[in-house]
């Protein structure tokens, strides 16, 4: 073998063992970066996209993204000459593309060697099993704080029930003699007070059966009966409120009604609860729309105002007993944590979306009526 033959396959060994090294170098980085990220596969994703290109031929040329779940991580595809892969979680498909940032950087020759083309697929194997673990993890966050809210909603509904209990009688008993007093008083003045003093009661009373539909102590009767006539009979009690309060009612309800097997009064105080609170948040007018709509099995009542919205911080708060960002006086914080507790009772469920300065939507979803 010639010197030259000899010192060229040397040169050639060296730089593929350079190129393997730099691969090496970039999955070792990649998974390093997989454990440092648990808790966000946006920061993630958008860590390994910055050293995808280490393990290229001419990294400072190279550009890196990847697209999942309709969001774009790195750079976006600005070139034609580029090499990619694609994989899948969950049937949900991404691809990760590496490119040349322009055409004036390509080399001379292939634009990608062969071995490239392996790492680009063993990193998108990476990938999937990052993504995978990331919403294995994320799945089962969500069901623990879900056991972790129940067991605190149960919790709370036995004392609530404890505390209601322990109330009724002795609210009952200074309603009724204030009441009795009230009907026998001549003086004006020890009148107001009578009045004050039975307004009063009348609103521990509230709270008090507030307190009674959180713990579930409220007897139920379940009958079968028309969503249609349930939202518009609830409506007509907040007539009032509704006139007052320069918001314009929209009703989209189907001609032929969906059946419910419900309590009527509890459902009632779930809409009167929605309601109200979508004319709080509306103290200038707006629109609320009410829409009804049977598909595959399910029946959805879906509350839509235009509202001020609920600060993202907030959200997650909303159902939580006694919470609320109202003005002392205003609310108890009872009104969604009741409404959540009776709808789960329905084996329903309750949802809410909401952009501040735009409006807030809650959705509740039931089961449709089986007759056979």
């Known amino acids: 073998m010639k010197r030259e033959d000899s010192e060229f396959n040397l040169e050639l ?26 808790e ?12 995808i290109p280490e393990g290229w031929q001419y990294p400072e040329k190279i550009r890196a993204c990847i697209r999942y779940d309709h969001k774009v991580y790195g750079n976006p595809l600005v070139s034609d ?18 490119f040349y940032k322009n055409k004036y950087d390509i080399p001379f020759g292939d634009s ?21 673990l990331h919403e294995k993890n994320e799945r089962e966050k969500l069901i623990n704080d879900r056991l972790r809210y129940n067991d605190k909603l149960t919790l709370l509904g036995e004392i609530s029930a404890g505390i209601a209990h322990e109330l009724n009688t002795p609210l009952a008993n200074v309603l009724g003699y204030s009441q009795l007093m009230l009907s026998k008083e001549a003086n004006t003045e020890r009148k107001l007070n009578l009045e004050k003093i039975v307004k009063s009661s009348l609103q521990a009373r509230e709270i008090v059966k507030k307190l009674m539909f959180f713990s579930c102590e409220m007897p139920t009767q379940f009958k079968e009966l028309s969503v249609n006539d349930l939202i518009v009979e609830s409506l007509d009690l907040l007539k009032l409120q509704l006139q007052d309060s320069k918001v314009e009612l929209i ?13 009527a009064i509890q459902i009632s105080q779930v809409i009167f609860n929605i309601v109200l609170n979508a004319l709080g948040a509306m103290k200038n007018g707006g629109k609320l729309e009410i829409t009804v709509r049977e598909t595959k099995g399910k029946i959805y009542i879906e509350f839509k105002d235009t509202g001020k919205g609920i600060p993202e911080e907030v959200l997650p ?51 449709v009526v089986n007759n056979s």
């Open 13 to 38: 060994l060296s730089k593929n063992l350079n190129e393997r090294v730099k691969e090496l170098a970039c999955l070792f980085k990649i998974s390093k970066i997989a454990r440092s990220h648990k």
């Open 40 to 51: 966000s596969l946006s920061d993630t994703l958008t860590a390994i996209v910055k050293v």
């Open 81 to 98: 000459f580029h090499q990619s892969t694609q994989f899948t979680v969950d049937g949900k498909v991404g691809d990760l593309v590496v």
């Open 112 to 132: 990608f060697l062969h071995e490239e083309q392996e790492l680009i697929n063993q990193i998108g194997l990476e990938l999937e099993s990052i993504i995978e």
């Open 251 to 263: 009703l989209n309800l189907p001609e032929k009604s969906p059946k419910l097997l419900v309590d």
């Open 317 to 367: 708060k909303i159902f939580e007993p006694f919470y609320t960002t109202k003005e002392i006086g205003e609310g108890t914080g009872l009104g969604l944590s009741v409404s959540y507790g009776i709808v789960q009772a329905h084996k329903g469920k309750i949802e809410v979306a909401s952009v501040l300065g735009e409006g807030t939507t809650f959705k509740l979803i039931f089961n």
